[in-house]
């Protein structure tokens, strides 16, 4: 069955733009928190807890945080730890998730925010450690917020923007903690942020819709002819296969195009963002060999085909990943 596609080009619409005057705004006015005045085993114990919460919930980037120096693995975990508290805040049933992130939101602005939870105490020693840009948690925290409203995207250029919002802000702090050559690295890393969101959005279909939410840009879907009766019924049609490869394959460009700005990291930082990069590229992998149905599994990478990639990402890591044409970001 040949699946007929609108003429109309997608994705034409610049959205790089805007999203690259948010993330340089964003990193103008880096942090000048006060480190947090409590006792070395209690921010230690903070620190820890922040670790169990990552390995419990993510361990691609509990593994790939593993090859860091103690005190970045430490504030990348806290920075991890925090955006998962703070997103499950917004989803949480049962509750009104709005008022959830907005008293946590109180409670980081607080002059004490690190006596309030453990986590809140790691990320207060990692803000003032790192000078971590305010503006870039803002950034994030308005987006989630926004998520609870928002719960469709009519095109591309929409999507991008809540992709950044809740993805590439945190690639931004992340940088920061890492360390970075300067500005020419923040394109790579908001690019690399909409990828693995959009990776996520891919693996998450079914859930999302359970919660009522679709991520898929609707003039994409209208243009393979696809509609939400089609997504709530789980149909896996020709149509729906042709839209997936499509993301996939736009998704995987976005990648190729982010993983140069690698060399831009700081060299104790290359080899944890290439592996978190490419391990979530795999999903993608894993979603294709499954015929593109994410509606009856969640596409994921065993620890065994994790670990068997560590290698060659490590290489690739150490190397340098080609750049694209015109592009030659400079090395840290």
Known sequence: MSVQ???RPLRAAPWEPELLARAHAALAAPGDSPPPAVAAARLRAAHAYCTRLTRR???????????????????????????RVSDDLIDRAGGDGVAALARWRAQLAAPDAHRHHPVLLAWADTRARY????????????????DRATTRYHS??????????????????????????GPQAVPFA??????????????DVREDWERGRLYLPLDELAAFGLSEAEIAARRLSDRWRAF??????????LYREALP????????????????????????????AHGYDVFSRRAHLSDWHKLRRLPGIWWRARRGYPAPAGAAPERC
């Open 57 to 83: 919930h993510s361990c691609s980037f509990y593994l790939a945080t593993a090859v860091l120096p103690r005190a970045k693995r430490q504030a990348l975990r806290a920075l991890y730890a925090f955006c």
């Open 131 to 146: 000078r971590i840009s305010p503006a870039c948690v803002a950034q994030l925290l308005d987006t989630l917020a926004q």
């Open 261 to 288: 700005g690698i060399r831009l990291l700081h060299p104790s930082g290359r080899f944890a963002v290439a592996t978190a990069a490419e391990l979530y590229r795999g999903i993608l992998d894993d979603i294709e």
């Open 190 to 203: 908001v690019k690399l942020g909409v990828a693995l969101q959009l990776t996520n959005i891919l693996r």
């Open 156 to 181: 591309f250029p929409q999507l991008a923007a809540y992709c950044y919002g809740v993805a590439s802000t945190v690639g931004l702090m992340a940088m920061q903690i890492i360390g970075y050559a």
């Open 5 to 7: 596609i609108a003429a």
């Open 244 to 253: 997936m490869r499509f993301q996939i394959a736009w998704t995987r460009r």
